[in-house]
């Protein structure tokens, strides 16, 4: 399976050595104006680079609260909450976009999570790091030890990610009649974040891409479960 290139769509390196280069791909694919939330926002980069570059409205859900203090400092709409349990509340279509990066990993219920945010958002974008990457494959095979790196920087003892996936584990989980999702984008990034070549098989991109990012529509009305 492949996906057709966009013209439209650019996608250039961080300009920022400070700013994940998903949060840079991300901002691009938000259209300008649009009403976006930002679901385990952290310290509030990706809200604060939408609403400079995209001129959003921008809302956040953050676990920590080192992280709603970030945003709050930032001078963003940020409130404390459990993306695993708060999210029910949320009304249908309320919000144009509602963006997941690299948060996926560390629910507790993935799929009712994703269910949840194609039930509040007209399109879902979501951000993850390839499990299945090469490297990580290299590190299991010859030092039989769990994998590190900068998108998954944890000891196997102290990460917070409790659910790894691949690239194609995620493309196989939206497929999934109850979640049923329409893939409107997709697109792998290689370890200096450049993208790969977007006709690509998925198993290439499962192989060589450090992390991925979709862009998701629901295509059914799924009611998703509460608890």
Not at 44 to 73: F, H, P, W
Not at 183 to 201: D, I, R, S, T
Request: aromatic share 10%; charged share 20%; hydrophobic share 40%.
């Amino acid at each position: 399976m492949t996906v057709a290139a966009d013209p439209r769509l650019t996608i250039h390196p961080a300009s920022d050595s400070n700013t994940r280069v998903d949060l840079e791909v991300i901002a691009q694919l938000v259209e300008p104006g649009s009403r976006v939330l930002d679901v385990g926002c952290g310290n509030g980069e990706l809200l604060q680079l939408l609403a400079e570059t995209r001129g959003v409205d921008g809302r956040g859900i953050e676990l920590s609260q080192k992280g709603v203090n970030g945003c709050v400092a930032r001078g963003l709409s940020v409130i404390q909450g459990d993306a695993d349990r708060d999210l029910v509340y949320y009304t249908d279509q309320s919000f144009d976009y509602v963006i997941l990066s690299q948060t996926l990993q560390a629910t507790q219920a993935p799929k009712e999570v994703i269910k949840h945010l194609l039930r509040i958002g007209r399109r879902v974008i979501i951000s993850l790091p390839n499990f299945g990457h090469y490297g990580f494959r290299l590190q299991i095979l010859f030092r039989g030890r769990m994998p590190v790196s900068k998108f998954l920087s944890y000891s196997w003892y102290d990460t917070p990610n409790i659910h790894f996936c691949t690239i194609r584990d995620f493309i196989e989980l939206t497929k999934e009649p109850d979640v049923n999702a329409e893939m409107e984008k997709a697109m792998a990034l290689n370890a200096w974040g450049q993208k790969m070549w977007l006709n690509a098989p998925w198993w290439f991109w499962n192989l060589f891409g450090e992390q991925a990012v979709f862009v998701l529509k629901g295509r059914l009305s799924h009611p998703a479960s509460s608890g």
